[in-house]
């Protein structure tokens, strides 16, 4: 790594100063996104919405969060991440406020919809800055501090709404406020952000020198531009592995509750500070996971090792602890499970880094939304799948078994991704 001559500015960290803005966004992101799931028992009975609509109305986010998916990824190879995160964020955070005001089911839903569609484009665009902003020793320290805000957003999420809610006594106050929180972070977010470095008045010699070194080789005319053939193979395998992680991610994320009251007996109190400390041990595990990994790294592991025997470690370990969940009969020692299970699930949070490696910069932002759009798919597909299998059971123990499964094709879609030429 290149040193700085005697006497020269020490290197600035704008470039972490970026990524602390996409944490914050993507915590924002889910806490909007959980915020009507929080809400609804009000909402339900002040507009007197059947069962039926409820969940039609809370599911929707998801198809048109999928949807645009794609759409979202070219859009962020053609304009830039910069406009793409800022219209986002100003956008859903519009669609938040306007929730609050509608006076009707069909509103919420269009106001929902609304949502999903403008939040779609939020990761794979922080992704295009992992691959303009970070060296590759960087990457994974910046794939996981943009995807941990998830897991923070969900942990504190039901939390920050709920004491909205009781703040102002009404849902409708607590919706506005945070649609409003949420344009505020659109203007932080086209103020500071850049998607070339070297447009950034912040950035010094130094570290665009830095960035630049270690990042030109992907940028390069050898890497073969927009022109360079995907790797079919393994883009595949890692949107198979992405909606297999998503089905445990969101599986955690929406049944989870109802797994601890039905099938552990916790009471309200109980479910909500295991929720807390499951997604708390998330949020801990991805962070951890990377700068473990860059650790690994800076002491000569390959970069493409590195990732995929830790992704191939976490699947392994998840597989084992699901498997043995349902022969745990103390309910502390199934939460402290699922808090195991959770710590390493975000340790696939490094697969946020892998685009940057697969293809040139130029295409960052399309094979990201694609990885996005399958784990999306894994979102809309688990509620249902585990509808399912309760109905056809009636026990949770079927759904996690299940969960498992996912964990095995993780790990063999992982298999499957070929790193073996990144350096």
């Not at 909402?43 to 999928?66: C, G, H, Q």
């Not at 969940?325 to 697969?351: E, H, K």
Request: glycine share 12%; hydrophobic share 50%.
């Amino acid at each position: 790594m290149p040193t700085s001559p005697p006497g020269a500015l020490p290197r600035t960290s704008v470039r972490w100063k970026i990524f602390c803005i996409i944490f914050l966004i993507t915590l924002i992101n889910l806490v909007d996104r959980i915020s009507l799931s929080i809400a609804m028992p009000t909402i339900s009975k002040e507009m007197n919405l059947s069962p039926d609509l409820e969940a039609f109305i809370v599911s929707r986010f998801y198809w048109s969060y999928t949807l645009l998916q794609l759409p979202g990824g070219w859009l962020i190879d053609k304009i830039g991440a910069r406009r793409v995160i800022s219209a986002a964020t100003l956008m859903w955070g519009g669609f938040q406020a306007l929730m609050g005001v509608v006076t009707g089911g069909l509103g919420i839903l269009l106001m929902r919809l609304g949502l999903g569609a403008a939040e779609a484009p939020l990761f794979p665009a922080g992704s295009k800055l992992n691959a303009s902003w970070l060296s590759k020793s960087e990457r994974a320290r910046g794939a996981v501090l943009m995807d941990a805000g998830s897991p923070f957003g969900a942990a504190i999420g039901g939390l920050v709404i709920a004491q909205l809610i009781l703040a102002f006594d009404s849902w409708r106050g607590a919706f506005v406020v945070a649609g409003l929180l949420t344009v505020a972070a659109s203007w932080l977010a086209w103020r500071y952000l850049r998607d070339d470095p070297a447009a950034h008045p912040g950035v010094n010699a130094a570290e665009l020198a830095h960035i630049r070194d270690e990042t030109q080789a992907a940028s390069s005319p050898q890497a073969g531009g927009d022109h360079a053939p995907l790797p079919g193979r393994s883009v595949a395998a890692m949107c198979i592995g992405r909606a297999s992680w998503a089905m445990i991610f969101f599986g955690l994320l929406t049944w989870g509750p109802s797994y601890l009251a039905q099938a552990r007996g916790l009471d309200l109190k109980g479910i909500g500070a295991s929720t807390f400390f499951i997604f708390l041990s998330a949020a801990i595990g991805s962070l951890t996971g990377g700068f473990l990994c860059d650790t690994l790294v800076a002491r000569s592991v390959q970069r493409g090792r590195a990732i995929k025997g830790m992704v191939l470690v976490s699947g392994v370990v998840m597989l084992l602890v699901l498997v043995a969940l349902p022969r745990i009969n103390d309910p502390m020692q199934a939460v402290a499970m699922l808090c195991a299970t959770a710590f390493f699930l975000m340790w696939g949070s490094l697969y946020w880094s892998l685009p940057s490696l697969l293809v040139p910069r130029q295409r960052v932002g399309l094979v990201g939304s694609s990885m996005n759009c399958a784990g999306s798919v894994g979102g809309v597909l688990i509620p249902i799948i585990t509808g399912l299998l309760l109905q056809a059971t009636g026990s949770f123990h079927a759904v996690i078994l299940f969960f498992g499964g996912c964990a095995l094709v993780y790990v063999i879609a992982t298999l499957f991704i070929g790193l073996n030429r990144t350096r």
